[in-house]
């Protein structure tokens, strides 16, 4: 009684817990303005084909990338044995999805409002009647058309999304896409599920036969949410300002020289020269009015100035004086829509911080120091401000300060979460959080969701330089929030540091842009976005049955009924426990010698040849005398070597010169970047004279570097995918280390995937082998896991060498480690238990 007690309540508290966020998982397409061999492709069963016999159905979430001109391509196909084939594609003179059954548009067609097709997830179900051959189209569970065709007669099926490398059937032309929770029924019963939940890696796992789908070219949005991206980063001259215009979602940051653009889509800061420069003060703000659509420089000090932007002329209307520094760092600002007025809170100088509030109306270029009432705002910078939907009440977050604003009496972090009525000029404390056990502060800007009632913001330590950002969402009614995604790593120095936050809805991205000053003569900017959409990105929700009340009434009820039958059982259960009589049972067990824990048994392998170059393992470079010369390639050209490297050993198609610029020296004018790419390719043959003979040349606009005599482990990893019989080689090679593990180029990931990919395929072909050594097998095991580090069937094969070997310890060592790994890059318990892994793991041929 006690069991279903318990079990009827935590279902009735987990049905309950609305609460929590929606993850964010699926995968990205690789589509346009990209070369083919590097777009996204997702096929399903790429060994054996999918059998059916009556009736099946395939159904997908689908959403659009925005910003793209076309939206044209296969979404998915579906090709039988007889070569007969099933497409959905997307029609850009229509602007609809068409089906397609072999060479004739079906005439099912259909369209979806922009909104819901950029912004939201839209559920597209494919019914398949082999008996009667028939297809019906449904989209969020309503039915589109139901059409006959003969070409519905297929039973052994291939089924493809985007690029399609299948024999007869090859295509390139895919939308801008992303696809997650593909599913497949037969006869109405769930056979496969592909949630395409991953993090990283080219195979996908349905979570019901474990069937592996090959992923080419791979952008996986689960990572996308929770890491961020280097999206740009620069110097430029002097200080700078940064603003945003929310409708264009453009960000601006100004210099003494120039106004720089970035746009979440375009992912490149694009500049425009001022046609007469101006001293940008220290610590002066800029502001987006999106009133006059007019980027507005603020300037705090005793006397408040404004400087307006002219777009036309390219040049600011008012000039700020020389060498002049704010009194108002880290103040918060923003633009109210509510009365078209600039605000500032807080801010800190001359050792002393800030609670005043002011407020600047452009039409009249008046600055005013306004009077408030409420509650007590302590006076504090390094606060995070936003406004609500109506733009008429500002949210400010935490801060440091001191309650008399004097920096010598006890400064300290603030953990408050305040409300400004922008009408009444009141101040509200909602809460205060507990100060944690590591102080921490907020980066400027606070993204308000008032239908969730709840918010995102950036903090970080402001105790070290070397601090980092993190990522938090918290309530705008209790003093809870949560961390999520990882940190990104932040440089403070206090006022020579700051980072602001923007939310780009359209873009479904979160954009943040760190600031920081070397000296008084430059400073150095880095945009970084993250996949972020708490509005969008899901199946839009069918109008409830009941009213809100009425439900939320029913669930109170059940959880008092719940609480009742736990109290009860547990009452019955401690009667029944007293009149028990204890009787020891005798449990007949055999004894035997204890095993210990012994690290799995390894080959003694002859060292291999000494090569110049290592790829494998950490990166390291010798030059003829055998001396070390890694530290001699500094980081630049570093990767200016791998991009020529690989883009002619691997890609064979080489480089051009607007791509090497592209990665290496993002905006820059196209005559500094080809100095500056002019420079280093000097540098580097200087360096490679002392390795070895080499060929740098340029054919066809394109650069190649042919390494001659210069050895590299990647020639070595070539021969040996190239010779089958050398797979023992390959696993050792791979036994050293993945390929450039410590290296994180964005650039880089495709060749990362390809060098995995390609090694798993080989290596685990010979696992099949049943003259293989359990030495043997772990070997290739562990060269397959320094691919993937969670393969599962690696995982398997490595557990029966070990028990055949008698190391059971060490096999469930094994396990542990895996099923650890899992939970960290997954956040879910890996569902086997180790039982029914060594039940497979005998199994396995």
Request: proline residues 5%; hydrophobic residues 35%.
């Amino acid at each position: 009684m006690l069991r279903h007690a318990v079990l009827l309540l935590t279902l009735l508290l987990l049905s309950v817990n609305h609460c929590k966020a929606q993850e964010v998982y699926g995968l990205e397409f690789a589509s346009k303005d990209i070369s083919q061999e590097d777009r996204t492709s997702l096929d399903l069963f790429p060994n054996k084909p999918l059998s059916v016999k009556d009736a099946y159905s395939l159904s997908f979430d689908l959403s659009f990338q925005p910003f793209f001109k076309s939206n044209f391509g296969y979404i998915v196909r579906i090709i039988d044995e007889t070569d007969q084939n099933i497409d959905l594609i997307y029609n850009m003179h229509k602007q609809a999805f068409d089906l397609v059954t072999g060479n004739t548009f079906s005439g099912i067609s259909f369209k979806r409002p922009k909104d819901s097709l950029f912004h939201h997830w839209n559920n597209i179900t494919l019914d398949f009647d082999i008996q009667t051959h028939s297809i019906a189209l449904r989209i969020n569970k309503q039915l589109i058309g139901r059409i006959n065709s003969q070409i519905v007669k297929g039973t052994a099926i291939s089924i493809s999304f985007g690029a399609s490398y299948r024999r007869n059937f090859k295509s390139f032309d895919l939308p801008p896409m992303r696809i997650k929770d593909i599913r497949i029924r037969k006869n109405g019963t769930l056979k496969y599920h592909w949630p395409l939940n991953e993090l990283q890696g080219t195979i996908a796992y349905d979570k019901i036969a474990r069937q592996a789908a090959a992923v080419k070219n791979p952008m996986w949005m689960k990572a996308a949410s929770n890491n961020w991206e280097l999206t740009d980063s620069m110097k430029i001259n002097g200080y700078a300002a940064i603003a945003m215009d929310p409708q264009t979602e453009t960000i601006y940051i100004t210099s003494p020289d120039s106004i720089y653009q970035f746009t979440p889509h375009k992912r490149t800061i694009y500049s425009q020269t001022l046609q007469t420069p101006q001293y940008t003060p220290a610590g002066a703000r800029a502001v987006f009015d999106p009133i006059k659509q007019q980027l507005v420089h603020v300037f705090l000090q005793n006397k408040h100035q404004t400087s307006n932007y002219d777009s036309s002329t390219k040049s600011w209307n008012k000039p700020f004086e020389n060498n002049a520094v704010t009194t108002y760092w880290h103040s918060s600002i923003f633009f109210s829509p509510f009365d078209s007025a600039i605000y500032t809170f807080g801010g800190y100088g001359d050792f002393n911080y800030k609670n005043e509030v002011h407020r600047f109306v452009p039409n009249s270029d008046q600055w005013e120091k306004l009077k408030t009432s409420g509650d007590t705002f302590i006076p504090r910078y390094l606060s995070a401000a936003g406004l609500n939907k109506a733009g008429d009440s500002a949210y400010l977050l935490g801060g440091y300060g001191s309650i008399t604003g004097d920096q010598l009496l006890n400064p300290h972090p603030l953990y408050d979460l305040m409300v400004y009525d922008l009408k009444r000029r009141t101040f509200k404390t909602i809460y205060k959080i507990t100060p944690p056990e590591e102080p921490f502060v907020f980066a400027n800007n606070l993204v308000v969701n008032t239908d969730k009632q709840e918010y995102y913001a950036l903090s970080f330590p402001n105790d070290r330089m070397r601090s980092s950002l993190q990522l938090v969402r918290g309530s705008l009614k209790e003093p809870i929030f949560t961390t999520i995604a990882a940190p990104l790593p932040y440089k403070y120095y206090d006022i020579k540091s700051s980072a602001y936050l923007f939310y780009c809805p359209q873009n479904d991205k979160l954009i943040c842009v760190t600031t920081y000053c070397p000296d008084e003569k430059s400073t150095i900017i880095k945009v970084h976005s993250i996949l972020f959409s708490p509005y969008g990105l899901a199946v839009p929700m069918e109008d409830p049955l009941f009213p809100n009340y009425v439900i939320r009434l029913f669930w109170a009820l059940a959880i008092g009924f719940g609480i009742f039958l736990l109290l009860t059982a547990i009452s019955v259960i401690h009667k029944k426990r007293a009149k028990a009589v204890v009787t020891p049972i005798h449990i007949p067990i055999s004894i035997t010698d204890k095993e210990p824990i012994r690290p799995p048994v390894k080959i003694d392998i002859l060292p291999g040849t000494q090569v110049n170059c290592r790829l494998f393992g950490s990166f390291n470079v010798t030059d003829q005398e055998k001396n070390d010369i890694t530290k001699s390639f500094t980081p630049l050209l570093k990767e200016l070597f791998l991009l020529l490297y690989l883009h002619t050993e691997i890609g064979n198609t080489g480089i051009s010169s607007e791509k090497i610029n592209e990665i290496l020296w993002p905006g820059r004018a196209a005559k500094d970047a080809k100095n500056n790419r002019s420079v280093n390719i000097v540098k580097l043959r200087s360096l490679l004279d002392k390795i070895g003979s080499y060929n740098l040349c340029k054919e066809n606009e394109r650069w190649f570097l042919h390494l001659e005599s210069i050895t590299t482990d990647l020639k070595e990893y070539q021969q040996f995918i190239n010779n089958k019989s050398n797979f023992m080689s390959l696993a050792l090679l791979l036994n050293k280390g993945g390929f450039l593990p410590e290296i994180e180029y964005q650039w880089l990931d495709k060749f990362k995937a390809t060098v995995a990919s390609d090694s798993i395929n080989e290596l685990f072909s010979h696992l099949q082998d049943p003259g293989l050594s359990p030495e043997e097998a772990i070997i290739i095991c562990d060269g397959i896991l320094q691919s993937d580090t969670l393969y599962e069937e690696a995982i398997y094969h490595k557990c029966k060498a070990l028990i055949s070997m008698r190391q059971h310890a060490s096999a469930k060592k094994v396990y542990t480690d895996f099923t650890k790994a899992y939970e960290q890059l997954y956040g879910e318990t890996f569902e086997k238990p180790y039982s029914e892994v060594i039940d497979q793991s005998i199994a396995a041929p």
